[in-house]
């Protein structure tokens, strides 16, 4: 059975789905990267649960292979901490004034499935949906700079996301200077539509007729939902963070 027909998305609601996350964040933000030494701290307590928090894993069968957070109530307070060097004109209390924004983060697939675009994939499959159905707009994400596994290139040709930000500090133990990227949701989703074959269906896959709709209420999207999966090797993918 192909890797894309084995790999299922769980959005962790239990404790025992909680020690899944865990698994995989122990054996790369803890044990290859030293981001994070404490276990309590890679998946907190007081995220399951709470609305404002999803945390979903994605497994090859029965086995956790990949982790991804999404933060829904931004920790506006600690930005503020980070002492942020904007890159371009963007008016950043504006901009969240205008737009609901969500971050993404806690990105972390084992070493051996890093080269399946497919495994990440899934994760943002389910993770967007969730973020659409939500009504927010945009992602806002870090990466470390110079980063041996650094997914800036992933994030930036093949979902859109723009450098907006840097900043020394964060909550990481990484030395390196971390690149803050926001994703247009609605750009990012014509923007893989645009280039179609596989990933853009692989990507939609399952999406109903209304996440469409509202990602592109010109309507300009009919056929996208529905399209069974192209099945083709995967590129190579960074190790997303």
């Not at 989703?189 to 999406?207: C, K, P, S």
């Not at 209304?210 to 990602?215: A, R, V």
């Not at 056929?223 to 963070?241: D, M, S, Y």
Request: aromatic share 10%; hydrophobic share 35%.
């Amino acid at each position: 059975m192909a890797l894309t027909e084995r790999l299922h998305v769980i959005r962790v609601a239990t404790d025992a789905q909680r020690a899944l996350a865990i698994e995989v964040m122990r054996a790369t933000y803890k044990q290859e990267k030293n981001w994070i030494t404490r276990d309590e701290k890679l998946f907190p307590d007081d995220e399951l649960g709470n609305p404002g928090v999803s945390w979903f894993v994605v497994q090859d069968g029965t086995r956790p292979v990949g982790t991804l957070r999404v933060l829904y109530d931004l920790p506006l307070d600690q930005y503020k901490e980070y002492g942020f060097k904007m890159l371009g004109g963007i008016d950043v209390d504006e901009f969240i004034r205008k737009n609901r924004i969500a971050e993404i983060g806690r990105f972390a697939v084992l070493p051996e499935y890093r080269r399946h675009m497919a495994v990440v994939g899934a994760l943002m499959r389910d993770a967007s949906r969730e973020t659409v159905e939500r009504g927010f707009t945009h992602y806002v994400t870090d990466i470390f700079e110079g980063e041996a596994h650094s997914p800036y290139n992933f994030h930036t040709r093949v979902l859109g996301f723009q450098p907006v930000a840097t900043h020394d500090t964060g909550e990481l133990n990484c030395p390196n200077r971390r690149i803050t990227m926001i994703l247009d949701l609605a750009a990012g989703y014509r923007r893989l539509r645009a280039q179609g074959g596989w990933l853009f269906r692989f990507f939609t896959e399952g999406w109903p007729p209304e996440i469409h709709q509202k990602l592109d209420p010109s309507g300009n999207h009919q056929g996208a939902a529905g399209h069974e999966q192209e099945k083709r090797p995967g590129r190579a993918v960074p190790a997303a963070r």
